[in-house]
Structure formats: structure tokens, C-alpha cells
């Protein structure tokens, strides 16, 4: 296989989550293989450290150059098609790159259950353009408060409602407590922002159903302490100007932030390929397409269904992660001719944050809860997650700001724009 | 004068409230003096601490022989009619009694403003048939929760409303907090007490409005911490089977309490005096109403304008036992052919009491919260505001089952009649 090696294997990785930068990631430090990502900024967002951005107490993005080193060649850029048969994909700018292997990581958006009306009303938290407009409607939301003469709209402007009980909407509640417990204190002078009023809506009968029920009873009373109203069992059947509409109860309010339901890129389903109801790739046990060996569909983009333990395996940074890692060792494997096995996910446990101080672990041999948890959740950050090059730079600063709650001032300026992305790299 | 002291005074006392109460037992170790209390019970209601018999943390009675003895004759009746002009009433029994000096103390009971409707869904805290109704309705839509398959009715039965943020209601509020979290705490298997949801609306944009602001502040956050969703600002527009309209909101609840607006006896307007506009008799600076010197309408039911630091007497506890004491006084003073002072209100301040162990007390020179304050109110209670014959052994009875928890079962088991009331004593 010699003369075979000595070929250059061209890897086009579309999409820089943790699933795509994983993949990269793994293969970088190979001379006899390319890797182009293609991803629409030059900054790695922490889409499980989003709602830390809302509230103004972390940092989320490093840039890719910093992470990967020069062994990836990024194109910021976002795909307009792929030619599955010339193994080509086209960009929007334009431009053209053939591959050998193609690993489509390009995620989820929200689903709005078949009412995308409701988008308008409530923005979901999937990127760092998502985060920033929350962070920004909730200021707004406060600043439009402190001027509002009438007591009834000025109440609205304080009621927050996030729609959707898993991971993400227990700590984008948990942040939203945060800022009105401590970030706004002293801003205002009319109002006083411990009396917004954060609400969490779960049509199920309970919060984080992926995590055993003594953790869901756990950090339903976490965010209580903090303040939170945690309403389950309470589905939401209407959102309008002003309005949520869930369980008979009418909540006015200004700000309702989307947290319940995904949908796959619709790039995936350009495909062709089999995908589920939430459009996500029906894909083999290696991953990839049916009929497309060199065409890989990983993380919240893909429906993996072949696992032992599991139905579906969720759409989870530790899954997204592992299929990176384990699409890059299938082409080093394709490259040495050796044979590929079936992706397996091994369960590592699961994570929330609630607040600063508060996290709910669920490590399968340990549960831990509260200051422990947190602790536990920035160690496996710093030390497990994130495996790559440049992590103690990376991380140290992240877990500083976020004990310091030193303000990421510079990103809560308005919209991104390529200019801004390169000051922050 | 010494002919006249001969002669025996009657007195006749309506209602044995606070004001009622405490006018008798100024007057009953007089060997000139007879003294008649009529009153619908035997047994002398404590109101200020109803709200503990709903949370079933107290009993709040004591039977009028044993607080005034034998000097007081007790008429358990009610009055028909007075017949000024000859100084007599007329009682439902049909029995008639002669008076040289009439005192109305038949206090208030709730108003609506304007929405008599609304009673049928929101029984007020007047009576002691009103805490044992409100106990009642509380432990039903527990039980109801319980049994209930559909997940929205269920929370229905477990949102708890109270309409406003005085005294009554913020006392309320600590006392339905306090059900559930540790009263009911092992009672259910389907449902999970905690999650049941206590909410104070409050119209004004704070509550305990006769209180100093950072007082009204501590008393929010008390009861947050106690997990009550206390909103102000919010004034209720709607009550119907079912829900709760208040600024917009629609808040799905089978149980809505009242606390919120008073009118005085309908007794009060029977008398031709001048009344405001909650029907209480507007007296003059003497008690009394005009033209009649011997009639005197103290506490709730009364109207006191010529305070010089106020413009209207607030009606509270404090208020209605001077006026008591002072009435007795004025009586003696005119079988003494002394000349009347007019009534000065000594504002020693105010406690309100929320859940175990929390207090907020503005006693002017200090305001106290927390356990501090609670300590202050048992203290006061047992050595100043009841200050009456037998103090020790009924106050620390009462002391002793709020420290204990132990239960009033006896209290519990239906509506009142005469014979339960004996069973009391």
C-alpha cells in the first residue's frame, strides 16, 4: 500500500461544532491527508457554553487557528450544494473543492413543533448570533422596564419565559436568575430586577428527562432556590405578540426564549439520503450514507440508531464529539486499508450548569449535584472535553472569566461581522 | 355623686372581637358596672392568627369564661335591632336588652369592590368557619391533585391564589407555603406537595403598604424564599370558576383566597349615623357617634378621623383594643362625672407574621425581621397584647402548639354548632 500512502487524501469537513472540529482535529497532524473545513466564521463556539454568553459570564468562542494550528486549512464559507456523485461540494462564494471524504457536522436548528410562526416571537439558542440577540433582548427587555410608566407592561417587559426543559433551557434558566440576581443590581434605579419573573416550560413531567429523576428533582430545586418558576407538565399552545399561552395559564411577556425542539440543516436532506422526522441522515454503523462510504453525517445532524443502549443517541456535545473523533480514525483506517468497525458511543454521563456554583452531573457511576458538580463539570471542561492542542490557554481563560465573572464587554456589542470575528481571534 | 354610684350601669357590648373584648374586660371588675357581651360563639376568635389555623400550626381560640370570668354576662346571640331612642336591642333570640351605654365592636367583613360574584370563588379570612373553610378547600384540592389523571387540571388544583398583599394575606401566603413544604410532605404518593404554586397579587406596588418600604421588601423576600410568587402591581380584573384574571395574566387555580378589601358590619349602617364609603360609622373624636354620647362603634366597624398623625385609623388589632380600653375608660370616667378625653391612638407598632420562624416587625424605634421579629411578636403576644386574665395558660398553649407543631385535629372536622363550640371550651 505504499505507493497508495504516498497519495494525498483530500478531507472536506463542512460545519466547525464539536462533531466537525473533532474530526479535523484528529487527522490534522497527518501529512498524507488535506483537511479543509468549511464553517461561516473563524471562531469556535461552545454551543454547551451558550447560555453562559446570555448571562454575560464566560467566554464561548476560541478561534479555530488557535485550536487546530495550520494542519486545516478553513474557508469561511457556507455551502450552497454538493455534488455527491463528482464528490464536489460548492460554496457560497463560489468557490469549488473536491473531495475524498466529505463529513457533513452541520447541526441542528430549532423546530417549532409546526408552528413557525412562533419563531418571530421566541429565538432559539443554537449559535453565538442566537445568544447574542437573547442577551440583547433581555437588556432591552430591563432598559425598556426601567422607562415604562405602566405597572402592566412593565411587568411584561420583566417576565422571561423559556420554552423547554432539557440541558439547554435549565441553564439558560439558570443564567437568566443570574443576571437578574447579581449582573443588574445596581444598573437601575425604577426597577428592581430581582422582581423579573423567569419561567421554564416542560410539557413533560419533568426537567432533563435524559437524566435519572432524583437529578431532575434536584435541579428543579436548584432553580427554584435561585428564583426560577419551573412550571412542568405545562405545554405551550400559543406564543404571540405578548403573550405564551401554556397549560390554560395566559403569561404576558415580552421575551420568550425557545428551548424544545431540533431540526437538522436542511443541507442534510439535499442528500438525499434517508433522514428521520427531525430531518437528521439515517446513517449506516459507520456513519456514514447508505451507498456513500466516503460521505460521513455526524452529530446533531445525523440519526444513529444502530447503538446497543440506545433508540437514538441524543444530540449531545459527547456524542458529537466521539463520532469526530471516530469518522477521523475510519478514514486512517480507509487510508491504511484496514477494516472499519461500527461507530459505538461510550457514555461518559451528563452535565448541566445551573448558575454560577450550581451543576447537576450525572457520571453514571456518580451522581453529583450542586458546588461538587460544578467543579467536577469545569475539570472534565478543561481536562476531557476539550482534548486539543492549546487547551490550557483556551480553558484557563474561560474558567478565570467565568470565576471572576469578568464581562466579555468586546461581544455584546451588536452583530458579528467578519471584522469583529477577527478581533476576536 | 355618691347616689348616683349606687345605681347599677348597664352596659351592653356587641361583638367580642379584639375592640368588644377588651372594652369588657376594662369595665368587668366594677361592682357598679354590669357588663352583657353578645356574641354569635362562646369562644373569643384570635384573627390576627387565622391565618396559623389554616396552616394548622396554632389554635387561635380561647372561650370567653375563661379569658373575662364571671363578671361578664356573654349572650351568645346575635343583635336584630337597636332601638336607639330607647336604649334597647333587640337580639335574633328574641330577647330584649335595656343599655345605659351601648359599644359596637361588630367589625367588618370582606368587600369585593363592586364584584359580589367573586365571593363564591374567594372566601375571605374574617371568621373562624372562614379559616376552617379555606383548610378545608386547601386539603381538598390536595387530595383532588392526588386522584387527578390529567396533568392540567391537577396543576389547577395545586395553584393557590391569594388577592392581596396586607397583613392577612402576606400571613396567609406564609401559611400555605408552610403546607406545603412540611405539613403534607409525606402524605402523597402522585403528587409532590412542593410542586404546588402560591401566589400573592397585590394591586399596590408593594405589599405590607402600612409598613416602612424595607420592611415591604424583606416581607418579598421572605416569602420568595418560602417559594410564594408574590406579584404587585398586579390588580385583579376577573375571578370565575376556574382562573384568576390579574394584569393580564391568566392564572388557572381552583382555590382563590381574599385578602384584600373590608366593609364594615351592615349592623353599623342600621344606626342612621354618618358612615364612609366601607360603611363604618364616621364617630367623633370620643368614640361615639353623634348625638349619642352612650353609643360608642369602635374597631373595624368604625371610622376614627381626628387622629392627629393619621387620617384615618388603620384596622388593626392594636387600634381596636385601645378604642376598647379607652371606651371602658370613658364610661368610668362618666359614672365618675369626669369629663371625656378624646381618643389617641399610641402606635407601638406592627408584626406580621410569615411562616415558622419569620416575623417582620416595625415596632417604630426598631424594625426587626426574621427570627428576631418572630421572637418579638410571641413575646409581645404573651406579655402585652393580650393582656387579660389567664394570660399564661392560654398563651403559652398557644406558644407551645406553634412551637410543637402540634395539630389542632379537633378543629378540623366540619363546620361549627353551638355544642362543638362548648367542646372547645
Known sequence: MTELAAQRTHVVVVGGGYAGTLAANHLRQRRDIDITMVNPRP??????????LVADTGVATADYATL??????????????IAIAGRRVLLASGAALDYDYLVVATGAR????????????????KTLEDALEIRRRVLLAFER???EPDPVARQRHL???????????????GALAEIRRFAL???????????????????????????????????????RSLGVDVRTETLVTAIAAGEVNAAGWRIPTDTVIWAAGNQASPLVRSLGCPTDRAGRALVEPDCSIPGHRELFVIGDAAAFT???????????????????????DMILADVADRT??????????????????????????????????WLVWIFIHIFYLIGFRNRAVVMLEWAWSYLTFQRGARLITGTWSPAQDQGLA
Open 43 to 52: 471562531v469556535f463556539v461552545e454551543r454547551i457554553r451558550l447560555h453562559q
Open 68 to 81: 487546530l494550528g495550520d494542519g486545516v486549512r478553513l474557508m469561511v464559507d457556507t455551502v450552497g450544494h
Open 110 to 125: 430549532h423546530s417549532y413543533f409546526g408552528n413557525p410562526e412562533w419563531e418571530a416571537w421566541a429565538p432559539g439558542l
Open 145 to 147: 422596564a426601567e422607562r
Open 159 to 173: 417576565t422571561f419565559v423559556i420554552v423547554g426543559g432539557g440541558p439547554t433551557g435549565v441553564e439558560l434558566a
Open 185 to 223: 443590581k445596581r444598573d437601575f434605579r425604577h426597577i428592581d430586577p430581582r422582581d423579573a419573573t423567569v419561567m421554564l416550560l416542560e410539557g413533560g413531567p419533568r426537567i432533563l428527562p435524559s437524566y435519572p429523576p432524583h437529578l431532575s428533582q434536584k435541579a428543579k430545586e436548584t432553580l
Open 306 to 328: 444502530h447503538d446497543p443502549d440506545a433508540k437514538l443517541l441524543p444530540g449531545t456535545s459527547p456524542v458529537a464529539m466521539q463520532q469526530g473523533r471516530y469518522v477521523g
Open 340 to 373: 472499519r468497525r461500527p461507530f459505538r458511543y461510550h457514555d461518559k454521563g451528563q452535565l448541566a450548569v445551573i448558575g454560577r456554583g450550581h451543576a447537576i452531573a450525572d457520571l453514571k457511576r456518580v451522581k453529583l449535584t450542586g458546588l461538587v458538580g
